[in-house]
């Protein structure tokens, strides 16, 4: 195996955490069922916004430095089709966990599920998507980052690599920061680490049908083959105790639909009396103070 230019051989071994989500730039009024929770059925599918860059982050690693790239997706059968996609771009290998005992879970068993997963490929470095649009919440990668000890990244938008560190820019609010984090460690991506390049078109006719099979099976396969394996909780070790609503510390009490009114406004005189009296008036209303 050749050396590449950061002293490291053979590269760095690369896993991609891609979520399924439903578009909710989408939303109409079927969006919604009675009960208060999302009808997936009405809204298409996608490939989550930033499990996109995340994905071209390990793309380019792999581009510059060597290695290779394995995506993951937790979820439904349906989510083959960003897997698929993930390989169309330039993935290597494409796994689906999925498993009833999966079903019900919340951050915390999704996390450790994914964990689970991770850990089967034993990765140098690890990316998923700052947030997912439709939990949004942002705490799955440093959630599967805690669980397997790897240093956590969070709001990458550049990466390279020095032998076994990665050289990282990342966005705090107010500016960016350069940190040097020593492998392994989990990295979550925002848009601004670049978007994800197009389908190969070679690849598309040989991965537009890539078939979910049984992991062992999968595997049995030669390399590259058009074939998306297929991880139950057993199979990754995962157990059932910590996964699904057994592993679902969260209660979802309610859901509202909030709407914003707008419109309104209040004229103040551009005085320090006129101003004096708004701040007091915010200050009555608790808006303040
Ligand atoms: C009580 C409860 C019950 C739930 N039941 C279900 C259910 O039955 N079915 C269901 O689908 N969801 C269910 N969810 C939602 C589920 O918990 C979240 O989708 C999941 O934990 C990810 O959280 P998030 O969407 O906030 O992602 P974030 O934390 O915002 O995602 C960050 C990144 O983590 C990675 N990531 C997150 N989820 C996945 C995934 N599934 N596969 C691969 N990568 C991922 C991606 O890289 C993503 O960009 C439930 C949530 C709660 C609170």
Known sequence: MKENNTGRVGGYNCVVCIKQV??????????????????????????NPEDR??????????????GTVTAIAMGLPAACEILREALMCGADKAYLVTDRKAAGSDTLATSYILSCAVKRFKPDLVFCGRQAIDGDTAQTGPQIAEKLDYAAVT?????????????????????????????????????????L????????MKYKNAELKPVAEAEALTEGASVIGQLSCDDIGAVTERCGFAGSPTNVAKIVSVVLAGGDYKEVAPTDEGVAGLVAELVADHTIG
């Open 197 to 204: 390049r197009p389908f190969n078109v070679r690849r598309v």
């Open 155 to 195: 709001y990458l938008e550049k990466i390279d690599m020095d032998g076994d560190y990665a050289v990282v820019t990342r966005d705090i609010g107010t500016g960016v920061e350069t940190d040097k984090v020593k492998l392994p460690a989990l990295f979550t991506v925002t848009e601004k680490a670049g978007e």
């Open 53 to 66: 860059n995340a994905l071209e982050a390990a793309l380019s690693v792999k581009e510059r430095f060597g």
């Open 22 to 47: 439903p578009d909710t730039k989408k939303v109409t009024g079927d969006a919604m069922k009675a009960d208060g929770t999302i009808n997936r059925a009405a809204l298409p599918a996608i490939f």
